[in-house]
């Protein structure tokens, strides 16, 4: 990369970008694979774990697989999400599912995910318990190009095109989030590479494709209010 703070910031942050088309459009999809990251004096942050295709020639009509240590975890294309164990439980769609990310707590799992009906899609996070397999709430992450969830404590960071925010994980309401970042002009937010993380504010980084630079929206991480956004 040309730029200097974006290699920083993947050095930083471990991550392996890939681009992908989704939803029918000219948008693009970077992901990002984040390891674990001790921040001194916020202790543990994680990065949601990302599902693959079995099958990445034909993503629509596969099956997305998870291996977590000595664990598998499945979601199918209808939205079943087998554990380990064999147990099961439908998440909340009635259409096909193109994408998702778990992030797996000692009581909990938190499925990150997108669904499609071939036209358009959006994105939810559904919290399940544990013991007994249980739906605990459902909440829109609004947009395609969902982004890897950032998960710092019992708050999750969560980004899709043009949107970025903030998740309680026991409630699943929004500490704050927002709307409509994306610039069709200048192609900036289209998808969200990297989260930045500190006491006081919260860097969403992305990727230009088009000018090769390194956009980003800066967020109080108290009040939520967009302290910056460079373009």
Not at 87 to 110: K, N
Not at 175 to 184: A, P
């Amino acid at each position: 990369m040309k730029n200097l703070l974006y290699i920083l910031t993947i050095l930083l942050l471990g991550c392996n970008n890939k681009g992908q088309v989704e939803n029918n459009s000219d948008a693009v999809q970077q992901d990002s694979t984040v390891q674990n990251i001790s921040i001194k004096g916020e202790g543990q942050i994680f990065g949601a774990k990302k599902f693959e295709f079995k099958n990445p020639e034909r993503p629509i009509e596969d099956t997305l697989i998870l291996k977590s240590g000595n664990k598998n975890f499945l979601i199918t294309p209808l939205g079943l999400f087998k554990t380990n164990d064999n147990d099961s439980i439908q998440l909340e769609t009635d259409l096909i599912v193109s994408r998702a990310f778990l992030y797996e707590s000692s009581e909990y799992f938190y499925v990150f995910f997108t669904d499609t009906d071939h036209d358009g899609s959006t994105s939810w996070i559904q919290k399940i318990s544990k013991n007994p397999l249980k739906s605990e709430y459902v909440e829109q992450i609004q947009g395609f190009n969902l982004g890897q969830p950032i998960i710092d404590g019992e708050s999750a960071y969560v980004s899709a095109i043009g949107f970025i925010g903030k998740i309680d994980l026991k409630t699943g309401a929004y500490d704050w989030k927002h709307y409509n970042l994306y610039d069709n002009e200048k192609y900036s937010f289209n998808s969200f590479d990297t989260v930045l993380i500190n006491k006081t504010q919260i860097e969403f980084v992305s990727e230009n494709h088009r000018s090769k630079k390194i956009d980003k929206v800066i967020v109080d991480n108290q009040t939520g209010e967009i302290k910056k956004i460079e373009k």
